[in-house]
Structure formats: structure tokens, C-alpha cells
């Protein structure tokens, strides 16, 4: 079945360090990727999407691309702040069907130091 | 402002005590749905709902009942509450079902039950 891994966290970064979380998935089809961040005492919010191979999704100076050949949707950002701390999620949709479901990885805390 | 609310925040029960959790939306969404968040396992589709009187179970639907007789509203049922339910809900919303649709989530609400 469709699954999503992703780097064990927490993962712990000074302020304006470079930031990887690795995200890899297993699917038939052609899912959709996401990116959603969820902040202390929040729920999720989407962060960015991908809808196909070779797209870049970005938004608030992170960015993955979608890889096929490597099945993967690594989230980078180049200079992380202290407002980023927060949990993130890899998920994917595949749409072949109609149920909508949203399959998410473990998450990946992030705390950002000032 | 959009938003898709959910009550009670918070919520330490007792086994056996039913209780429901309400989920209402002010988007027009046909599509909603409940997660359950869990350490380590991030997180699981329960149920489900297409539209008005359209519901469907998701991945983890033992020991919960949904119903969808308005648009906005989409509370989630648990009739005999055991210990092994303790957990952090999240009840979503989009447009429709489909990978182009962001899925909006609600603030979640910590069930406790002893």
C-alpha cells in the first residue's frame, strides 16, 4: 500500500542554518505531495504541494521538489529562523481513487535556536 | 475568517462514557474528514464524508461512528470510549475530494481516557 517516510527527528538547528528533512514514498499511481507544518498547540496547515513529477512546490522560503526516479520530496530551507520550530509532515494523496485520504509520515520536529 | 472549528479542545473521560466531539466548518466544503494523531505514527484517516449523507470508513474506524447531516458539520462519535482512544483528533475539510484541493484542519481536540 501508499506509505511516506521520513526523517526521524527532533532535529535541532541554530537560526539561519540550512535546513533538509528527508522525505521518500511508496505509492502506485501518480500521488500528489505535500508539506504540512503544524506550530505548538495548532493544527496542520499546509506548507506546499507538488501535483507531479519534476514540480517544485514553495512558499515561505521552503522548497521540495517532486522526484519521481527517486521517489522522494525532501523539504529544504536555506536560512531557518526561530519561527520555524515546529513539527512537519510529508504526505501524499493518490487520487486514482475518490477517498480523498491523506497518507502522512511519522513527522520530524524541528527546533530552531536563536 | 475560513475556518474549521472543533469542540472541546480538551476532553479526560471515563471508559464506556459516550461522547462527541464536533467538527463545523463555514467554507462550503463538501469534503470532510477526522485524523487521529498519534506519537510515532503521525496521522490516521478514521472516517470520512463525499457529502451531505455520504460517509465512509478510513483506516482506523473501530470504536468510532460519524455522521454528516448538514455540509458544515461533521461530528465524530464515540460510543464506548476505551483507553486505547486517548489521542489528538483533527477533523479536515476541502473543497472537494482531489489532490489540487488544499485540506484545511481544525485546532484539534486531546482526548484522555482513564
Known amino acids: 500500500g501508499n506509505s511516506v517516510t521520513q526523517m526521524e527527528g527532533p532535529v535541532t538547528l541554530s537560526e539561519e542554518a540550512f535546513l533538509t528533512i528527508n522525505c521518500t514514498y511508496t505509492?502506485?499511481?501518480?500521488?500528489?505531495l505535500f508539506w504540512y507544518v503544524q506550530y505548538p498547540g495548532e493544527g496542520l496547515q499546509l506548507l506546499l504541494k507538488a501535483t507531479k513529477a519534476d514540480d517544485k512546490g514553495s512558499n515561505k522560503g521552503f522548497e521540495a521538489t517532486y522526484r519521481k526516479e527517486t521517489t522522494s520530496f525532501h523539504l529544504e530551507k536555506g536560512s531557518v529562523q526561530v519561527s520555524d520550530s515546529a513539527v512537519y509532515f510529508c504526505?501524499?494523496?493518490?487520487?486514482?481513487?475518490?477517498?480523498?485520504?491523506?497518507?502522512f509520515g511519522k513527522g520530524t520536529k524541528l527546533s530552531v535556536k536563536p | 475568517e475560513a475556518q474549521v472549528t472543533q469542540n472541546p479542545r480538551y476532553l479526560i473521560t471515563v471508559t464506556g462514557k459516550k461522547l462527541t466531539v464536533t467538527c463545523s466548518q463555514n467554507?462550503?466544503?463538501?469534503?470532510m474528514s477526522w485524523y487521529r494523531q498519534d506519537p510515532g505514527l503521525g496521522l490516521r484517516q478514521i472516517y470520512y464524508s463525499m457529502n451531505v449523507e455520504v460517509t465512509d470508513k478510513g483506516d482506523v474506524p473501530e470504536g468510532y461512528k460519524v455522521s454528516r447531516k448538514e455540509k458544515r458539520n461533521f461530528p465524530l462519535i464515540l460510543e464506548s470510549p476505551s483507553p486505547n482512544q486517548t489521542s489528538l483528533y483533527f477533523c479536515?475539510?476541502?473543497?472537494?475530494?482531489?489532490?489540487?484541493?488544499?485540506?484545511?484542519f481544525g485546532p484539534g481536540t486531546r482526548l484522555t481516557v482513564t
Open positions: 505509492a502506485t499511481g501518480y500521488p500528489s
Open positions: 479536515a475539510s476541502s473543497l472537494v475530494a482531489g489532490s489540487n484541493y488544499e485540506q484545511y
Open positions: 504526505a501524499l494523496s493518490d487520487y486514482g481513487g475518490s477517498q480523498g485520504n491523506l497518507i
Open positions: 467554507m462550503n466544503h463538501e469534503y
